[in-house]
């Protein structure tokens, strides 16, 4: 994604087919284009800042994470080392972690799931799986996922038995957290970019279990 | 010590819509700016939550998550003496003359 340098007031434009006509811009809409357009001018960020901020996040996204959990699943040694130090193990793969400050990898198990949620805001482990979605960030999910995860699972299509323990961790601006699910069974052999794709951005969070193989 | 509003875990609540919507130019741009003042170190992640949590309750609850963002920007911004609210409606009110609404 690129943005027309020349037009300052254009200048988050994405080129993308959801024009919004700039006169039907709600309230704070309007308000982030004076607020970009006043920070240039005094000099405290520059347009290349936000370009290389919206370039950084368009270049994060859940790939990142399937990358490490299909390693992790393929090689043990390569798993124990993401969880006993995720930023260094992360750097191994070329992933930028250094901006979360701590940062943890929780391993499923067939008796414990890890489910996670930021019930205060949206605090989410952004260099590994990119922006949050929406329903993360929702009223909803913040409410309940700490005392109806089961429930909340169930509506992703994750239906767990009585005797699975399911974890819930609250993230916070210091603490991130990545699920590492739980290899799916029937993956014996498959290479580690076929096992990337049964890891789905939600198995991350820990809504659900990864994909089956076909 | 009452709950905020934004201290919403274990609140009973309805069903997580799983909707998802692309993201507007604008939201990029909330999101974009935010993350670019991180950098520089003019505002840190616990800052704007406090802003967030500040919000009138109404508010919060009616705001779309990137509102939200920029309201909580323009306080922490305002609050620092880096920009005035006056300015911000100037600019506003010139981009509105220039994309033509009254």
């Not at chain 1, 490490?68 to 070329?94: H, N, Q, S």
């Not at chain 1, 601006?173 to 076929?194: F, I, K």
């Not at chain 2, 939201?27 to 950098?39: K, P, T």
């Amino acid at each position: 994604m690129s943005m027309d340098r020349s037009d300052v007031h254009h200048a988050a434009d994405t080129g993308e087919d959801h024009p919004h006509p700039k006169h039907e811009l709600g309230y704070y809409a309007k308000r982030i284009y004076a607020i970009r357009d006043l920070l240039i001018e005094k000099g405290v960020i520059t347009q290349d800042d936000i370009q290389r901020q919206i370039d950084y996040q368009e270049a994060r996204s859940p790939a990142n994470g399937a990358q490490l959990v299909a390693r992790a699943w393929a090689d043990p040694a390569f798993k124990k080392r993401l969880i006993d130090d995720p930023k260094a193990t992360c750097a191994e793969m070329g992933i930028d972690a250094t901006s979360i400050n701590e940062f943890v990898v929780l391993e499923n198990t067939e008796r414990v799931r890890h489910l996670v949620v930021c019930t205060l805001c949206s605090c989410y482990p952004r260099p590994i799986l990119g922006r949050p979605p929406d329903w993360y960030k929702s009223l909803n999910y913040r409410s309940r996922a700490v005392n109806d995860p089961r429930g909340v699972m169930r509506e992703f299509g994750q239906e767990l038995p009585d005797e699975v323990e399911i974890r819930v961790h609250d993230s916070t601006a210091d603490m991130r957290y990545l699920v590492l699910p739980l290899r799916p069974r029937g993956t014996e052999g498959m290479s580690e970019a076929e096992l990337a794709k049964l890891v789905t951005r939600d198995s991350m969070i820990g809504v659900v279990d990864p994909l089956a193989p076909q | 010590m009452a709950r905020r509003h934004h201290d919403m875990g274990g609140l009973p609540a309805g069903p997580v819509d799983q909707t998802e919507h692309a993201l507007s130019d604008w939201e990029i741009l909330a999101d974009a700016v935010n993350q670019a003042l991180g950098e520089k170190k003019i505002k840190r992640t616990d800052e704007m939550r406090r802003a967030r949590e500040d919000m009138d309750s109404e508010l919060y609850r009616s705001l779309s998550y990137y509102e939200r963002w920029i309201a909580s920007m323009e306080t922490i911004l305002t609050e620092k003496k880096i920009l005035t609210r006056e300015e911000i409606d100037r600019k506003v009110a010139a981009f509105e003359k220039k994309w033509g609404e009254p």
